[in-house]
C-alpha cells in the first residue's frame, strides 16, 4: 500500500479525534438537556474520526499523490531555535535568546555564514532591545539576573 | 432630521482638536506596530491598551479604534509583502494578495487594499449611522440556536472555501474546535484536554494558532532545500501606484459586494470581520467568471474581503455598544476597555452616551480617510522591506514572532505553543490539509459549544429547536444550499473533464 497524502492526513484526523475522545470520558457526559463537559468533545472527536477515516479509506483504495519528502533538518533546526529561544528567554535574557534563535535558525539555510550571521544576532539584539524593552515595556529581562 | 443632528454631534466630538491628535496617533502608531510581521491587531491593542488609560472615554475609544484599522492595514501590508496574516481575518488577504507580490503587483494589491477598507469602512459608517437601531432589533431576535447555525454555516463556508479537497477542509474545521476545546469548560470548572497543565487552563489563544500555522510554516516551507525563498522583490515606479482603469473595474464590483458581506455579517454579534471576509472571498471566486485566477493572484480576492474586513469592522461596533455582545476578540477589548472607563455597554449606550456612540461613528470615517493619506505614500517603504534578502529577514521574522506571541500573555509557554503549532502546520501543508478553516475552528470552537449548550438547554434537550426556529432554519437550509452547489459544481466539472478526456481518446 502505497503512503497518499490522503491516507497519511486520514489517520493523523482519526489519532486527533481519538485523543479528544479518550480524554472526553474523564469528564461527567451529562444529556442533552443538560450537557456535561464531556459531551462536546466525544462529539466532536467522533465527527473528526469520521472524517478522518472517509479520507483515510479514500485514500487507500483511490491513490492519489503520494506524501513529498519532508525537510527534516530544517524543520528540527527552525522548531528548536524557537523552543531553546522560549527556554533561554526566562532564564538567560533577551539578548542571549535573540542570539540563540538567530544561530540556531540561521544554521538551517545554506550558505551559513557565522560573521554575517553574528552581526544580524547583535543588531536584533539592539532593535528588539529598543522595541520591546524599552518602547514597549514587555515584563522581560535583558541579561541573566546573576550578572546585575 | 436625526441623522443629521446626529451627525454634526458626532463630528462636532470627533473633530475636536485633542480627538483628532488622538485619532492621527492611533492610526500612525497601530500601523507602525501593525507592519512588524507577526504582531497582528490583538498583539497591537494589547500592548497599546494602557497608553489610552489616561484620556477620558471618548479618546480612548477614538484612539484605540485608530489603532485597531491602523493595524488592520499593516496586517493586510505584511499579508501581501510576506504572506503572514497578522489576524486571522487577514489570513484571507494573504491568499491572493502575496501571489500578487509574487508577481511584482504588490503595489496594485497594497494600494487596492488601502481603497477597498476606506470604501467599505466608509459606507458601512453611512450604513450603521441611519440603521443602527433596526440592526440592532434584528439581532436582538437571535437566540442560541440562530447562533449555532450562523457558526455552523461560517465553518462550512471556511471549509469549502479553502483549496483542497472537501473532507480535508472540514477535518481541519474539525481539529480546530478541538483545539478550541482547551482549557477550563465555563460551565463546569472541568480542565479539558489541558493534560495537568496549567499553563493551558487559559485554553490556546488563536493569535498563536495563527502565527504558528501561517508564519512559521511559511518560514519552514520556503526553507526547503529545493525551495526558491518566496521573498521576491519588486521595483516599481509611482506610475504603478495608480492602478489602471483595468484593475479599477475588476475591484470595484467586489468592494461593493464585500462591503454589502461586511455590513451584514459584521452586524451579527458572534460574527465579525473574519467570517465576512472568508464568505466574501467565497463570493468572489462564485461570482468570477474565471475562478481559477484565485490564489494566483487575483485582484479581486484582496478587495473584496478587504472591503468586507473594514465593513464588518465598522459595523461590529454595533453589537459591542448595543447589546455588549463583542463580535469577535477585538472587539472583546474594546468592550472591557469601556467597562474600565464604567461604561456599561447594552441598549442604552446610544441614548444615554450619544455624544460617544456617535463621536465614534465620525472618527472611524476621519481615521479612514486619514489612512488612506498617510499610506499611499509610505506604500514605497513596505515594498522596499521586500529587498532585505531572505537569510536576513527570516530569523528577524522569527523573533518578532516569538516575542509577539510572548507578549500577549507574557508567558513563555505560549512560545513553546507556538513551536508545535509551526511545527503541526508544515506537516499538514505537506499532506495538503489548508490551515484556514483550523484557524476558524479555533475561534468559533467555544461559542459553538456555548450556544448548542445553551440552545438546548432553553429547548429542554430536544434538537429539533435547530430547525423549528425560522431564522435559524433559514441559515441551515443556506449552508446545505452551499454544499449542494459545491457538490453539484464539483460533479459538472468531473463530467466535463470525462467528456474531454473522451474526446482525446477519440480523436
Redesign the interface.
Known amino acids: 500500500m502505497t503512503l497518499t497524502k490522503d491516507l497519511v492526513a486520514g489517520l493523523v484526523f482519526i489519532l486527533i479525534g481519538l485523543v479528544a475522545v479518550v480524554e472526553a470520558q474523564g469528564h461527567p457526559m451529562g444529556s442533552l438537556l443538560r450537557m456535561g463537559p464531556g459531551y462536546y468533545p466525544t462529539l466532536v472527536g467522533g465527527l473528526t474520526i469520521l472524517v478522518g477515516a472517509a479520507l483515510a479509506v479514500k485514500g487507500a483504495l483511490a491513490g492519489g499523490p503520494r506524501v513529498p519528502q519532508f525537510a527534516w533538518r530544517e524543520l528540527a533546526l527552525l522548531i528548536g531555535s524557537i523552543v531553546v529561544a522560549a527556554f533561554a528567554l526566562e532564564r538567560l535574557g533577551l539578548v542571549a535568546a535573540t542570539f540563540l534563535l538567530v544561530v540556531i535558525s540561521r544554521y538551517a539555510s545554506r550558505p551559513f555564514h557565522w560573521r554575517s550571521t553574528l552581526l544580524l544576532a547583535a543588531a536584533l539584539s539592539l532593535v528588539g532591545a529598543v522595541i520591546f524593552w524599552w518602547f514597549l515595556k514587555l515584563p522581560i529581562k535583558l541579561w541573566p539576573e546573576s550578572w546585575i | 432630521m436625526d441623522l443629521i443632528a446626529n451627525l454634526s454631534l458626532g463630528f462636532e466630538v470627533a473633530l475636536s482638536p485633542s480627538n483628532i491628535l488622538y485619532c492621527v496617533i492611533g492610526v500612525t502608531v497601530g500601523t507602525f506596530v501593525g507592519v ?1 510581521p507577526g504582531i497582528g491587531p490583538m498583539a497591537t491593542i494589547s ?1 497599546l491598551l494602557p497608553i489610552t488609560f489616561g484620556l477620558d472615554p471618548i479618546g480612548a475609544l477614538i484612539m484605540l479604534a485608530g489603532i485597531y484599522y491602523g493595524a488592520q492595514f499593516g496586517s493586510s501590508v505584511t499579508s501581501i509583502l510576506l504572506n503572514i496574516p497578522g489576524h486571522a481575518a487577514a489570513a484571507v488577504i494573504c491568499l491572493d494578495g502575496h501571489p500578487m507580490a509574487k508577481q511584482g503587483r504588490a503595489a496594485v494589491g497594497l494600494v487596492g487594499s488601502a481603497i477597498a477598507s476606506f470604501i467599505g469602512g466608509s459606507l458601512a459608517i453611512i450604513l450603521v449611522m441611519q440603521f443602527a437601531p433596526p440592526l440592532a432589533k434584528f439581532a436582538l431576535r437571535f437566540g442560541p440556536a440562530e447562533y449555532f447555525s450562523m457558526m455552523a454555516l461560517a465553518l462550512l463556508a471556511a471549509a469549502i472555501l479553502s483549496e483542497g ?1 472537501l ?2 477542509g ?2 481541519m474545521v ?2 480546530g ?2 483545539i478550541g ?1 482547551v482549557g477550563i ?1 465555563v ?2 470548572g ?1 480542565q ?2 489541558s ?1 495537568g497543565s496549567w499553563n493551558l487552563a487559559d485554553g490556546v489563544s488563536f493569535v498563536i494558532v495563527a502565527m504558528g500555522v501561517f508564519a ?1 510554516s511559511e ?2 516551507a520556503n ?3 529545493h525551495s526558491k525563498p518566496q521573498m521576491v522583490g519588486s521595483d516599481f515606479t509611482w506610475r504603478e501606484l495608480v492602478p489602471s482603469w483595468r484593475d479599477f473595474r475588476q475591484a470595484f464590483g467586489s468592494i461593493i459586494r464585500g462591503f454589502g458581506v461586511g455590513a451584514l455579517f459584521g452586524a451579527l454579534p458572534g460574527s465579525g470581520p473574519t467570517i465576512a471576509s472568508f464568505i466574501s472571498y467565497s463570493v468572489e471566486k462564485k461570482v468570477a467568471r474565471e475562478p481559477e485566477r484565485f490564489g494566483k493572484g487575483a485582484l479581486e480576492g484582496v478587495t473584496g474581503p478587504e472591503s468586507a474586513n473594514n465593513a464588518a469592522a465598522v459595523a461590529g461596533f454595533i453589537p459591542t455598544l448595543t447589546l455588549g455582545v463583542p463580535g469577535d476578540a477585538i472587539m472583546a477589548l474594546m468592550l472591557g476597555c469601556l467597562m474600565i472607563f464604567g461604561i456599561q455597554p447594552g441598549p442604552r449606550v446610544i441614548t444615554d452616551n450619544p455624544e460617544l456612540f456617535w463621536g465614534l461613528m465620525a472618527s472611524m470615517w476621519i481615521g479612514n480617510l486619514l489612512l488612506l493619506i498617510l499610506n499611499i505614500p509610505l506604500i514605497g517603504i513596505w515594498v522596499r522591506v521586500l529587498k532585505i534578502p ?3 529577514l ?3 521574522i ?2 518578532f514572532i ?2 509577539g506571541v ?2 500577549t500573555n ?1 508567558n ?2 505560549d ?2 505553543l ?2 508545535g503549532f ?2 503541526a502546520g ?3 501543508s ?4 489548508p490551515a484556514a478553516p483550523l484557524l476558524l475552528g479555533v475561534i468559533l470552537g467555544p461559542l459553538i ?1 456555548e450556544n ?2 445553551r440552545a ?2 432553553i429547548s ?4 429539533t429547536v435547530f430547525v423549528t426556529h425560522p431564522i435559524s432554519l433559514g441559515l441551515l437550509l443556506v449552508a446545505a444550499a452551499v454544499l449542494a452547489g459545491f457538490f453539484y459544481s464539483g460533479f459538472r466539472k468531473r463530467r466535463a473533464g470525462l467528456r474531454e478526456a473522451d474526446t482525446t481518446v477519440d480523436g
Open positions: 512588524l500592548m479537497e473532507l480535508k472540514i477535518g474539525l481539529v474546535l478541538i476545546v469548560d460551565n463546569s472541568a479539558r484536554l493534560f512559521v518560514v519552514m526553507l526547503e532545500p531572505y537569510a536576513i527570516y530569523p528577524s522569527l523573533l516569538c516575542i510572548f507578549a507574557n513563555t509557554f512560545i513553546l507556538l513551536a509551526g511545527a508544515y506537516i499538514f505537506k499532506l495538503g490539509c459549544e448548542m449548550r438546548l438547554l429542554r434537550g430536544d434538537p
